[in-house]
């Protein structure tokens, strides 16, 4: 039996958007690389956190100059997928990206095992199931509220992982089941990101968002209080903003625009800065020797002190 606490994890999301105000609460925003500032006159961090992820990049601090090379030549390699000795764009990208997704997969990680009870490194929809909500779906359980809430948050998990499953066998693998977990965080699911947020707020079941059921997702009227003034605020954001076909309501490409902003892509803007800094003979792509010629910028040592290197940089100018 996996203890409610655990449940309530994959639901925490849910609970700290209530805290943040009323219009942002739906909203999944990418955070950035790194929370140094992007100023590379005043040193490497931001790219540091970029390229080798939070943890990593502390790691690399208390390396020497050699110990740091030597990691950062065979990290190139890694990235190098088709291993032709050139980074490109899109592998560095791709790194980035998923230097990134560390975290995500760290608490994937700290779970698995809970879920896999039969330890074959997948994790059955039947297996996910009888572990998270055998308990409460038991003949025993007989909160007849509790039941019902936790019938529908299984039918949520089930169109989820049904979603996350991509060759819909039933099983999901890591990968897949990550995706079930931290859906915003890969393209293929944000369909799924947007129709849940649409079955939360849509009470009349018409598959789209009327003001209303905006409004409602957010206030819920107290007897004899008079409506306060920020609704107001919202329902012209709901017309003038959100409602950009202006036919009175919210659907899927709407909804999407809504909680799934275009963000910048920081990975895709990190791989061009670094490309561009490395790239002395300019054929868009980068070798390891170009990489290594200019380590400090993607990794830390003990002895990297930026306001010398700096200085000694200007000097040779
Ligand atoms: C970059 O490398 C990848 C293989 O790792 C390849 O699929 C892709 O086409 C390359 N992109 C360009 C623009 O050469
Ligand atoms: C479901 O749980 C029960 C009791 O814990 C166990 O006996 C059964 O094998 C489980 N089924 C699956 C598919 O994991």
Redesign the pocket.
Known sequence: ?IPLKLLGSFWVLVAVAFAVPAQEKRIHHHADLSDHAHDDSHGFQYDHEAFLGKEEAKTFDQLTPEESKDRLAKIVDRIDIDKDGYINHSELHYWIKHRQRRYIEDNVNKHWKDYD??QDDKI?W??Y???TY?YYLDEEFDDVDDKATYKSMLARDEQRFKSADRDQDGIATREEFTAFLHPEEFDYMKHIVVQETIQDIDKNGDGKIDLDEYIGDMYTPENGESEPEWLQTERKHFSEFRDVNKDGFLDGDEVAQWVLPGEVDHADNEAKHLIHETDTDKDEKITKKEILANWNMFVGSQATNYGEDLTKRHDEL
């Open positions: 039996m009870k039969n059955a039947e297996e199931k009888n572990t055998g």
